[in-house]
T-cell receptor, first 113, second 112 residues
Framework: DAGITQSPRYKITETGRQVTLMCHQT?????MFWYRQDLGHGLRLIYYSAAADITDKGEVSDGYVVSRSKTENFPLTLESATRSQTSVYFCASTKGGLAYEQYFGPGTRLTVT | DQQVKQNSPSLSVQEGRISILNCDYT??????FLWYKKYPAEGPTFLIS?????DKNEDGRFTVFLNKSAKHLSLHIVPSQPGDSAVYFC???????????FGTGTRLTIIP
């Protein structure tokens, strides 16, 4: 079982370029999330989605765009990459409800030069 | 405004001894708490959780304690093993909300 996958695993891009990070889950989980991990900040929520075509901003959403046309996919786009967006990005999903934890993908390490 | 805080960035413990990781929170609306473990170059993995109606939850070598009056939770690992070396994140959730608020993490190193 594939679970939750992210691609690419590593990406180097230049300032000002658009870049899309992909996330795919095979569990048919309703909820999906994007986080970034930075030293001293832990994991911060960028965007989340409760279902296909339903998305909402997290605490650090500026400069990012998401879409969710299918339940299993939740791509994250950096419209015009900046150096401050250099980070490790994690996608997660959950079935929802009190006792259900979030499951995380392996992460994408993005470097903006 | 850091609603979930892990004040110790790092912790070193001798193999076989107890590891205690701490987490404080400020939002009294949180009703569910989780601990995640993260190895380098991997995503976080769920470890253990606790509902606010309980004060303790145990799973093998891992026990989480919740002190609601102090807004404090702790993760105890007994006995500590080399494979426990990782970064540990605590997280909290509000009722009816699937979003998690994470702490900044504590890097645990188990010394053989």
């Amino acid at each position: 079982d594939a679970g939750i996958t992210q691609s690419p695993r590593y990406k180097i891009t230049e300032t000002g370029r658009q870049v899309t990070l992909m996330c795919h889950q095979t569990w048919s989980h309703s909820y999906m999330f994007w986080y970034r991990q930075d030293l001293g900040h832990g994991l911060r929520l960028i965007y989340y989605s409760a279902a296909a075509d339903i998305t909402d901003k997290g605490e650090v959403s500026d400069g990012y765009v998401v879409s969710r046309s299918k339940t299993e996919n939740f791509p994250l786009t950096l419209e015009s990459a900046t150096r401050s967006q250099t980070s490790v990005y994690f996608c997660a999903s959950t079935k929802g409800g009190l006792a259900y934890e979030q499951y995380f993908g392996p992460g994408t390490r993005l470097t903006v030069t | 405004d850091q609603q979930v805080k892990q004040n110790s960035p790092s912790l070193s413990v001798q193999e076989g001894r107890i590891s205690i990781l701490n987490c404080d929170y400020t939002n009294s609306m949180f009703d569910y708490f989780l601990w995640y473990k993260k190895y380098p170059a991997e995503g976080p993995t769920f470890l253990i959780s606790i509902s606010s109606i309980k004060d303790k939850n145990e799973d093998g070598r891992f026990t989480v304690f919740l002190n609601k009056s102090a807004k404090h939770l702790s993760l105890h690992i007994v006995p500590s093993q080399p494979g426990d070396s990782a970064v540990y994140f605590c997280a909290a959730r509000r009722p009816g909300n699937e979003k998690l608020t994470f702490g900044t993490g504590t890097r645990l190193t188990i010394i053989p």
